[in-house]
């Protein structure tokens, strides 16, 4: 028997085990919550949908990587079918594929939220400290000038052209063995060095060492409820064994998606009439820029730099260096045969650009008749404006370092997945209050990125830990 097969041996002899507390999703606010609590002595049920990889068990080439990695094959779409989401599905979520990439909202961001949910402590000067607190938990750099990669030259030498800003990008890693030829886009499939602070090597192997922390992978949660003693869900193991736990306290940590699913199929929009509306993704764009001389956006340091111009974030979006592996890649152009088996053969020659749009649409999720997620999210005239300023920016710094031929991508990515269970003060345009519980109860919390009142146009993965770390406080106290 293999390691993963004898890790997906059914466990039913749990049911009667007493926890503290259940959490509901073992990504990046699920492992800091599990961390603190456990910490303070608490007894922890993780339940992760997605298995649980060790090290050197990640999936090598990328078809098993979207199918073992993310939900739908990494092939989820919005009901027009224009607009793609990377849906985790792994113990770690998004820690374990993505790139990491770790900042500080600004004010901009912080006054957004505080206005649209009247939540008083959404600034920069009393979220500072739960910042510093997640920072302490993981090793955060960035790439040396002298390993930037050939995607990452042709950002900055456009920027300096074109007088656009820029700066390096804060990355949650250490010791990530650049200067030996590794290459990070393998990154996006889990870290094979453990050098990414991915949480299975950071927060959930802390959690794990205070011998208070179980953690049930391959098991999807299908309901949940909450009685004024105890809360319970209900769920099913790999293989079709259905199993309930009960504990004191519920923590849903399954993402916007997930989360609002579980709620939507539990019934409670009787209850949170706002639940499932405010979805935001910053809608991802990549644009390809195809030069005359070998780029390897695919080789060496995958991620750099960012934009950092004041009249960027104006104009509602930013840019970053990215590249992809080849079957997303051959995504974003749009011919069939031979004229795109001759774009695709220009791999090696493409840099690649992408604009990230801070939306203003909210979207929203639903559960039809069937128990399936449906999902309305599309782009309105003021994010299309926002695309197409972005699109202009990336055409210049293409044009001004001589790419012989521009590709603006045919799909819209989500990756930021955000809203849902948006927090706020009033009941009935919010589902989570300040103190993280979901109105109208008090044994269930959300403290991910459910809870975001709207789309703050930064990267969300520290201010979701900086929001896990207070949580944990909450539900402590």
């Not at 820029?166 to 590794?182: F, I, M, S, V």
């Given at each position: 028997m293999d390691k993963l097969s004898e890790r997906r041996k059914p466990i039913v002899a749990m049911e009667n085990a007493s926890f503290d507390i259940i959490i509901v999703g073992g990504g990046i606010s699920g492992s800091f919550v599990a961390k603190y609590l456990t910490q303070a002595g608490l007894r922890c049920l993780m339940l992760e949908a997605g298995q649980h990889y060790k090290k050197g068990e990640y999936p090598s080439r990328e078809v098993d990587a979207n199918s073992q990695l993310y939900w739908g094959g990494g092939m989820e779409l919005n009901t027009s079918a224009d607009l793609v989401f990377l849906r985790p599905k792994v113990l770690g979520g998004g820690s374990v594929v993505n790139q990491a990439l770790v900042?500080?909202?600004?004010?901009?961001?912080?006054?957004?939220?505080?206005?649209?949910?009247?939540?008083?402590?959404?600034?920069?000067?009393?979220?500072?400290?739960?910042?510093?607190?997640?920072?302490?938990?993981?090793?955060?750099?960035?790439?040396?000038?002298?390993?930037?990669?050939?995607?990452?030259?042709?950002?900055?030498?456009?920027?300096?052209?074109?007088?656009?800003?820029?700066?390096?990008?804060?990355?949650?890693?250490?010791?990530?063995?650049?200067?030996?030829?590794?290459?990070?886009?393998?990154?996006?499939?889990?870290?094979?060095?453990?050098?990414?602070?991915?949480?299975?090597?950071?927060?959930?192997?802390?959690?794990?060492?205070?011998?208070?922390l179980t953690i049930l992978s391959e098991f999807e949660v299908e309901r949940v409820s909450e009685s004024d003693t105890a809360v319970q869900i209900e769920g099913t193991r790999r293989g079709g064994i259905t199993q309930k736990f009960t504990a004191k306290k519920l923590v849903l940590a399954g993402g916007a998606i997930g989360n609002s699913k579980l709620l939507l199929h539990s019934g409670f929009q009787d209850r949170l009439p706002a639940l499932g509306r405010g979805f935001y993704t910053h809608p991802q764009f990549m644009n390809l820029g195809i030069y005359a001389h070998r780029v390897n956006a695919f080789k060496g340091a995958f991620q750099a730099?960012?934009?950092?111009?004041?009249?960027?974030?104006?104009?509602?979006?930013?840019?970053?260096?990215?590249?992809?592996?080849?079957?997303?890649?051959?995504?974003?152009?749009?011919?069939?045969?031979?004229?795109?088996?001759?774009?695709?053969?220009?791999?090696?020659?493409?840099?690649?650009?992408?604009?990230?749009?801070?939306?203003?649409?909210?979207?929203?999720?639903?559960?039809?008749?069937?128990?399936?997620?449906?999902?309305?999210?599309?782009?309105?005239?003021?994010?299309?404006?926002?695309?197409?300023?972005?699109?202009?920016?990336?055409?210049?710094?293409?044009?001004?370092?001589?790419?012989?031929?521009?590709?603006?991508?045919?799909?819209?990515?989500?990756?930021?997945?955000?809203?849902?269970?948006?927090?706020?003060?009033?009941?009935?345009?919010?589902?989570?209050?300040?103190?993280?519980?979901?109105?109208?109860?008090?044994?269930?919390?959300?403290?991910?990125?459910?809870?975001?009142?709207?789309?703050?146009?930064?990267?969300?993965?520290?201010?979701?830990?900086?929001?896990?770390?207070?949580?944990?406080?909450?539900i402590r106290a």
């Open positions: 900042d500080r909202f600004d004010d901009d961001a912080w006054d957004s939220w505080k206005h649209a949910s009247g939540v008083s402590y959404f600034e920069s000067s009393q979220m500072a400290q739960w910042y510093d607190k997640a920072e302490t938990e993981i090793s955060i750099q960035y790439i040396d000038e002298k390993f930037r990669n050939g995607n990452a030259k042709i950002f900055a030498e456009g920027f300096d052209i074109n007088g656009f800003k820029y700066a390096p990008l804060r990355r949650a890693q250490t010791d990530c063995k650049t200067e030996q030829g590794n290459d990070c886009i393998d990154c996006l499939a889990g870290c094979k060095l453990e050098s990414k602070q991915s949480m299975p090597w950071t927060l959930l192997k802390r959690a794990n060492a205070t011998g208070n730099l960012k934009s950092d111009d004041p009249g960027f974030r104006k104009g509602g979006f930013k840019l970053e260096n990215v590249f992809g592996p080849p079957g997303g890649i051959s995504m974003l152009v749009s011919r069939l045969g031979l004229p795109h088996q001759e774009v695709m053969e220009k791999l090696p020659y493409m840099g690649c650009i992408e604009v990230a749009v801070r939306d203003t649409n909210p979207g929203q999720i639903r559960v039809n008749k069937a128990g399936v997620v449906t999902i309305r999210k599309t782009l309105n005239e003021e994010d299309e404006k926002r695309r197409a300023r972005g699109f202009d920016a990336i055409e210049k710094i293409f044009k001004s370092t001589h790419a012989q031929r521009v590709i603006e991508g045919q799909f819209g990515i989500g990756l930021h997945l955000m809203g849902g269970c948006n927090m706020g003060t009033d009941p009935a345009n919010s589902v989570v209050g300040p103190d993280f519980k979901l109105h109208g109860f008090k044994r269930t919390f959300a403290a991910d990125s459910s809870i975001f009142p709207n789309a703050p146009g930064i990267n969300p993965s520290l201010t979701i830990m900086a929001l896990a770390c207070k949580a944990a406080e909450e």
